[in-house]
């Protein structure tokens, strides 16, 4: 009787205890319905005959705790006597307990902590070949079981071999993916909680964590109060939401309802030549062709030419087509130059174009109230992308979509199935109805996470410390012969160039990816090059989390070393 009822979680109980059980059996390891209680309640006069049908009720209950999906076979096999467990052992096998998981958590922790303390030990990236790591990993998935730390020791070689660092300090490629460590315990609560954001009955806080968090970043940028907010994936994804809204508010809706064969005239999209790939990308998926995306000049700083944009426009009405939509950029990928937002809006509201702004890396810059000049005239423009999870700090993936006319938004996205409706829909943001993704995981937890545990001032105070480390990088290079500052510093961006005298063209590209390589052979930095007027150049991207003067001065020092 001792063994049946500790197979049954109920240690310490006796025939007679166990007949008194009061009449809902619950149990910290049982999960019945009330359904399921009055089938056991009916079964305690089979319980009162002895152990043999206390085995027989066993086997009920571990027929009930089976999971509902699993077929009708497999549901009578786990009811065999020799295949029974208690809902303890049965979850050790199907799931990770609470407490493996405090355990393990603990070790993940400590592993993430170790790596980022040791990342200025390592080298900042390795030379591997293409199919180095894939050699190395099993072909076939384990049948059985290997527990989590052989995660942590695969991770271990991962992270040695296999791994850019882009948490390290010397990391200056690309531009700043801060994970700050808030913000990763952010994600890791997200994960835990594991909810999702179907509608706001289905994860309440969701929602409205997301709605507050979003007005705080309008807030810390600047922002008029009419903006709303919500969170995408990437800026590739919030501009193409950006180009189907305004591909509706052109067609008043008709290209929702006929495709893009509504109306006579194809409409027509406009960026600088210096706008990011995913514009073009975008405007593709949205509809729009490629022969409808204008690549409009940029002036001596690298900004759309305002003069040119506004002759494309105007030639293109006079053939017959519909300007609809204008992608101004706050921070260009090449040089974060700045596109004039403000003389940019004047020709959009005169053609009744949308101007999206894409200001993925440098709308973190806009919580320091000294830099909100580079982006005058935003509060004209019908749609913003900012990306917190690039230099601000939040760990990646974290785009944050605003829009002024949300209701307009709701319109061009919204679905109403039956499946969804709540009661609450009138009442409440339904965020599925904001993008594309149905549904949506707690992403606003790294946001809220890093805001709370760092707050607006000392937010701005590490990113005051990296434009001041740009600006004397680039006053190093512009002072030392045989180099040059190749565009505006306006950020953290600065574009260089080694320029020894005799050297140009094509020679000169491949000195510079020279020394480029040389560089990054010691694996104490890396950048990456870029093409500026048909010639290559070098950007070096300061804003790394842990990125201090003496880790640009140790830079500087080795791009000297390498051209030596």
């Known amino acids: 009787m001792a063994a049946i009822c500790s197979m049954l979680g109920w240690d310490g109980c006796s025939a007679e205890s166990l007949m008194g059980r009061p009449r809902d059996f619950t149990h910290e390891n049982d999960a019945f319905t009330q359904a399921e209680t009055r089938e056991c309640a009916e079964q305690r006069s089979t319980i009162a005959n002895g152990e043999a049908s206390l085995r027989t009720y066993a086997q009920m209950c571990c027929l009930r705790t089976v999971d509902p999906t699993v077929g009708l076979d497999d549901t009578l096999i786990a009811a065999q006597p020799n295949h029974c467990m208690d809902n303890s052992d049965q979850k050790n096998l199907l799931s990770m307990t609470p407490e493996e998981f405090r355990r393990l958590g603990h070790a993940v922790v400590d592993w993430i902590a170790d790596y980022r303390s040791s990342a200025a030990e390592r080298p900042v990236s390795q030379a591997t070949d293409p199919g180095g790591l894939l050699e190395r990993l099993p072909m076939s998935p384990p049948a059985q079981p290997e527990g989590f730390e052989a995660v942590l020791r695969d991770l271990d070689e991962i992270a040695e071999r296999h791994l850019v660092h882009w948490q390290h300090p010397n990391f200056f490629a690309y531009f700043p993916s801060n994970g700050d460590l808030s913000a990763v315990l952010g994600d890791m609560l997200s994960a835990g909680l594991g909810v999702l954001g179907l509608t706001w009955e289905s994860a309440p806080a969701l929602t409205e964590v997301e709605d507050r968090v979003c007005d705080w970043l309008r807030q810390m940028s600047g922002l008029a109060p009419e903006w709303q907010g919500v969170i995408q994936d990437t800026a590739s994804t919030c501009s193409m939401i950006a180009l189907v809204a305004a591909r509706e508010a052109t067609t008043r809706y008709g290209a929702a309802r006929d495709g893009m064969q509504h109306g006579d005239a194809p409409l027509v999209v406009y960026a600088s030549e ?101 982006w005058r005239g935003v509060n004209r423009a019908d749609s913003i992308v900012v990306n917190p999870h690039k230099w601000l700090g939040v760990s990646f993936d974290c785009s ?47 946001l809220w996470s890093l805001i709370r545990t760092h707050g607006t001032e000392r937010l701005q105070q590490r990113l005051r410390r990296d434009l001041a480390n740009a600006r004397w990088f680039a006053e190093q290079v512009e002072a030392a012969p045989q180099w040059r500052v190749l565009a505006p510093v306006q950020l953290q961006t600065v574009c260089i160039r080694h320029e020894p005298e005799g050297l140009e063209g094509d020679a000169l590209d491949r000195h510079t990816k020279r020394w480029l390589d040389a560089v990054h052979g010691t694996g104490r930095a890396w950048m990456t090059p870029a093409k500026l007027d048909g010639r290559w150049m070098v950007r070096v991207s300061i804003g790394a989390l842990e990125t201090e003067r003496a880790h640009v001065q140790e830079l500087w020092r080795l791009l000297r070393e390498a051209v030596a």
């Open 400 to 446: 944050v979509f605003f829009v002024r006319d949300d209701e307009h938004l709701v319109r061009v996205m919204r679905t109403d199935p039956s499946y969804l409706r709540t009661a609450f829909d009138q009442r409440v943001k339904t965020y599925r109805d904001w993008g594309v993704a149905l549904g949506r995981r707690f992403r606003a937890l790294k």
């Open 274 to 374: 210096d706008a990011h790939s995913s514009i073009q990308k975008a405007a593709t998926l949205a509809g729009f062709g490629a022969d409808q995306i204008r690549s409009v000049e940029v002036d001596d700083c690298r900004a759309m030419d305002v003069g040119h944009l506004a002759a494309c426009v105007e030639e293109d009405a006079r053939r017959g087509l519909r300007p609809c939509a204008i992608v101004a950029t706050t921070g260009t990928t090449t040089t974060t130059a700045f596109d004039p937002v403000d003389a940019i809006a004047e020709i959009a509201e005169r053609n009744g174009a949308w101007l999206h702004v894409d200001a993925a890396m440098a709308g973190s810059a806009m919580i320091l109230p000294e830099c909100r000049d580079l």
